[in-house]
Protein backbone atom coordinates (compact mmCIF):
# COMPACT_ATOMS: atom_id res chain seq x y z
CA UNK A 1 0.00 0.00 0.00
CA UNK A 2 1.28 3.68 -0.32
CA UNK A 3 3.09 5.14 2.00
CA UNK A 4 4.66 8.37 2.97
CA UNK A 5 6.95 8.78 5.77
CA UNK A 6 8.11 12.08 6.59
CA UNK A 7 11.39 13.02 8.83
CA UNK A 8 13.60 15.65 9.88
CA UNK A 9 11.03 18.45 11.58
CA UNK A 10 12.18 19.25 15.25
CA UNK A 11 12.38 22.44 17.34
CA UNK A 12 14.63 24.72 15.55
CA UNK A 13 15.50 28.76 16.63
CA UNK A 14 14.36 32.08 14.33
CA UNK A 15 16.35 32.28 11.61
CA UNK A 16 17.74 28.94 11.59
CA UNK A 17 17.13 25.65 8.84
CA UNK A 18 15.73 22.42 8.73
CA UNK A 19 15.71 19.60 6.23
CA UNK A 20 12.44 17.73 5.73
CA UNK A 21 12.42 14.13 3.58
CA UNK A 22 9.18 12.56 3.23
CA UNK A 23 10.11 8.88 1.95
CA UNK A 24 7.86 6.95 -0.68
CA UNK A 25 6.51 3.66 -1.16
CA UNK A 26 3.79 1.67 -2.73
CA UNK A 27 3.20 3.81 -6.18
CA UNK A 28 5.29 4.83 -8.80
CA UNK A 29 6.83 7.86 -7.26
CA UNK A 30 8.42 9.15 -10.63
CA UNK A 31 5.43 9.59 -12.47
CA UNK A 32 3.65 11.54 -9.18
CA UNK A 33 3.67 15.24 -8.67
CA UNK A 34 4.21 15.74 -4.56
CA UNK A 35 3.40 18.11 -2.74
CA UNK A 36 4.38 19.71 0.80
CA UNK A 37 1.42 21.28 3.11
CA UNK A 38 1.46 22.30 6.71
CA UNK A 39 -1.06 22.55 9.48
CA UNK A 40 -0.58 25.39 12.36
CA UNK A 41 -2.51 25.01 15.90
CA UNK A 42 -5.98 25.87 14.90
CA UNK A 43 -5.51 26.84 11.00
CA UNK A 44 -6.80 24.59 8.18
CA UNK A 45 -3.84 23.16 6.28
CA UNK A 46 -1.82 24.51 3.54
CA UNK A 47 -0.24 23.96 0.28
CA UNK A 48 3.87 25.12 0.94
CA UNK A 49 5.35 23.82 -2.30
CA UNK A 50 5.10 21.42 -5.14
CA UNK A 51 7.19 20.03 -7.39
CA UNK A 52 6.13 17.99 -10.53
CA UNK A 53 7.26 14.48 -11.73
CA UNK A 54 10.15 15.14 -13.01
CA UNK A 55 11.01 18.49 -10.89
CA UNK A 56 10.99 20.90 -14.16
CA UNK A 57 7.89 22.63 -12.30
CA UNK A 58 7.69 24.06 -8.91
CA UNK A 59 5.53 26.36 -6.97
CA UNK A 60 5.83 27.55 -3.54
CA UNK A 61 3.35 29.49 -1.50
CA UNK A 62 4.37 33.17 -1.37
CA UNK A 63 4.86 33.18 2.82
CA UNK A 64 7.74 30.61 1.78
CA UNK A 65 9.29 32.15 -1.57
CA UNK A 66 12.97 33.02 -1.34
CA UNK A 67 13.28 30.77 2.19
CA UNK A 68 12.21 27.25 0.99
CA UNK A 69 13.56 24.83 -1.54
CA UNK A 70 11.07 22.14 -2.65
CA UNK A 71 13.22 18.83 -4.63
CA UNK A 72 13.17 15.10 -5.34
CA UNK A 73 15.26 12.28 -5.61
CA UNK A 74 13.46 9.87 -8.09
CA UNK A 75 15.94 7.43 -7.91
CA UNK A 76 15.15 7.22 -3.52
CA UNK A 77 11.66 7.73 -3.80
CA UNK A 78 12.10 10.76 -1.70
CA UNK A 79 11.06 14.49 -1.50
CA UNK A 80 12.62 17.40 0.37
CA UNK A 81 11.62 20.47 1.67
CA UNK A 82 14.70 22.57 2.55
CA UNK A 83 13.49 25.40 5.13
CA UNK A 84 15.86 28.33 5.47
CA UNK A 85 15.56 31.87 7.90
CA UNK A 86 12.41 30.36 9.86
CA UNK A 87 10.20 32.07 11.34
CA UNK A 88 8.34 31.53 14.86
CA UNK A 89 4.59 31.35 11.98
CA UNK A 90 6.33 28.59 10.32
CA UNK A 91 5.40 26.91 13.31
CA UNK A 92 3.32 23.86 12.11
CA UNK A 93 2.78 19.93 11.41
CA UNK A 94 4.17 19.55 8.16
CA UNK A 95 3.36 17.09 5.77
CA UNK A 96 3.48 15.59 2.19
CA UNK A 97 1.27 14.37 0.10
CA UNK A 98 0.80 12.51 -3.32
CA UNK A 99 -0.84 14.96 -5.72
CA UNK A 100 -4.16 13.50 -7.06
CA UNK A 101 -4.72 11.66 -4.68
CA UNK A 102 -5.85 11.23 -0.85
CA UNK A 103 -2.54 9.89 -0.15
CA UNK A 104 -0.85 11.64 2.90
CA UNK A 105 2.03 11.37 5.74
CA UNK A 106 1.80 11.29 9.28
CA UNK A 107 3.15 14.39 9.16
CA UNK A 108 6.32 15.73 11.26
CA UNK A 109 6.47 18.31 13.55
CA UNK A 110 8.35 21.86 13.19
CA UNK A 111 8.89 24.43 16.19
CA UNK A 112 10.74 27.52 15.61
CA UNK A 113 11.00 29.50 18.92
CA UNK A 114 13.85 30.95 20.51
Known amino acids: QVQLVESGGGLVQPGGSLRLSCAASGFTFSINAMSWYRQAPGKGRELVARIASNGGTIKYADFVKGRFTISRDNGKNTVYLQMNSLKPEDTAVYYC???????WGQGTQVTVSS
Open 97 to 103: KRDSSLD
